[in-house]
Every structure is written in structure tokens, then in C-alpha cells.
Nanobody, 116 residues
């Protein structure tokens, strides 16, 4: 079955950096686009970044363009989210996600808190 396991969250000061990882299993990883979403308290879950299966195409939410970078290592079945110049408004639970057969799958999420 599809499993997505996020890691790398934590507490960081404004302006700092974090790198999130999502280890995937249960499907042919290199054949699927992968996404990072986030959900802040009291807000809807929103798409942060997407990377195509081959890794050549990416897109980002306007709020993170120029600060976040999504990448993938198909040999390791892992997708990453490098987050730089973090702001308090980036505080959220971050989720890894993919769609297979019309079903969207989610990881358990990892908390990112940006605070001084």
C-alpha cells in the first residue's frame, strides 16, 4: 500500500532554513508527480509545491516562490522541500502527497514552527 512518511520539521527562527523529506513506498515512485501541502491552524490545506515524475517540471505557490525548492531523488524514493528565508506565516503542518488511481494519498505530516 502507499506509504508517505515526512520528516525534518521543527522550530526555527525567522530567516532560518529547514529541509523536509518524504520517504515513499508501495508504488513506483519515479512514475508519479509528488506534492507538498501545508495546513496552518484554522486555515484550509494549501498546495505549496509540485514536482513532476521526471523531476524536470516544478511549480510553487506564489507565497513561497524564490524561497522554497522542491526536488526528488528517484533512486531513494524520496521527495524534499528545501525551505529558506522562513517567515512566521510559514508555520503549519506540512504534508507530502500523491495521486494514484484517482485517490489522493497523504503522509502523517510534520510540524514546522517559525518563531523567535
Amino acid at each position: 500500500q502507499v506509504q508517505l512518511v515526512e520528516s525534518g520539521g521543527g522550530l526555527v527562527q525567522p530567516g532560518g532554513s529547514l529541509r523536509l523529506s518524504c520517504a515513499a513506498s508501495g508504488f513506483f515512485f519515479s512514475s508519479y508527480g509528488m506534492s507538498w501541502y501545508r495546513q496552518a491552524p484554522g486555515k484550509e490545506r494549501e498546495l505549496v509545491a509540485f514536482i513532476a515524475s521526471a523531476g524536470g517540471s516544478t511549480n510553487y505557490a506564489d507565497s513561497v516562490k524564490g524561497r522554497f525548492t522542491i526536488s526528488r531523488d528517484n533512486a531513494k524514493n524520496t521527495v524534499y522541500l528545501q525551505m529558506n528565508s522562513l517567515k512566521p506565516e510559514d508555520t503549519a503542518v506540512y504534508y507530502c502527497s500523491m495521486i494514484r488511481g484517482g485517490t489522493r494519498y497523504w503522509g502523517q505530516g510534520t510540524q514546522v514552527t517559525v518563531s523567535s
